[in-house]
């Protein structure tokens, strides 16, 4: 089952706008982690925050995390047409006494030039 | 190149057949997780195996089993295959066992069952 919900499903923007994608989820976790996938290929790994962080930064990236909301965002400034990927978070808890990464539906991005 | 490599890269079998999914982890790391994807199911966590020993499990039916070799390379076995397995399989390694650690996903196989 799925821990965290991304929204929206889908988004499409222009090059040079900031594209913002929010992440929700129901219980208590470790971290939260946003993945990146091109279509049909491996995910590769953006950032990762800490459940006792609110702020984090990465080159374009910038990632939120309210835990008081169960929510997270994922911030992509400038964006370019490279960016047109999907983008997963992924809940990082401790469930039935092992560490499990639990990862969403996605969003996808489509930056158009 | 996350240097996670997984083979074959398609798959295409009949219902009822078995298959073999090889991943070979980056160098170094000692844990290797195999996902699910399909359209309707997202990313699914299946298992995860640390230094040749199961370590967690998810989403993992009956019919398919997997292990880490003393090499740490890994496979997963799908038997007894159904038309809702295809899917695409990732494998991911990462150097420890817990979710605070950075995973590397592989290219993925991609498995048609007709």
């Known amino acids: 089952s799925q821990q965290g919900e991304e929204d929206p499903q889908a988004l499409s923007i222009q090059e040079g706008e900031n594209a913002t994608m929010n992440c929700s989820y129901k219980?208590?976790?470790?971290?939260l982690q946003w993945y990146r996938q091109n279509s049909g290929r491996g995910l590769v790994h953006l950032i990762l925050?800490?459940?006792?962080?609110r702020e984090k930064h990465s080159g374009r990236l910038r990632v939120t995390l309210d835990t008081s909301k169960k929510s997270s965002s994922l911030l992509i400034t400038a964006s370019r047409a490279a960016d047109t990927a999907s983008y997963f978070c992924?809940?990082?808890?401790?469930?039935?006494?092992?560490?499990?990464?639990?990862f969403g539906k996605g969003t996808k991005l489509t930056v158009n030039p | 190149d996350s240097g996670v490599t997984q083979t074959p890269k398609h798959l295409i079998t009949a219902t009822g057949q078995r298959v073999t999914l090889r991943c070979s982890p980056r160098s170094g790391d000692l844990s290797v997780y195999w996902y699910q994807q399909s359209l309707d199911q997202g990313l699914q966590f299946l298992i995860q195996?640390?230094?040749?020993?199961?370590?967690a499990k998810g989403n993992i039916l009956e019919r398919f089993s997997a292990q880490q070799f003393p090499d740490l390379h890994s496979e997963l076995n799908l038997s007894s295959l159904e038309l809702g397995d295809s899917a695409l399989y990732f494998c991911a390694s990462s150097l420890l066992a817990g979710v605070k650690d950075t995973q590397y996903f592989g290219p993925g196989t991609r498995l048609t069952v007709l």
């Open positions: 992924a809940t990082g808890s401790t469930q039935g006494g092992s560490e499990k990464l639990v």
């Open positions: 925050i800490r459940s006792n962080e």
């Open positions: 219980t208590s976790i470790n971290n």
């Open positions: 195996y640390y230094n040749g020993e199961e370590r």
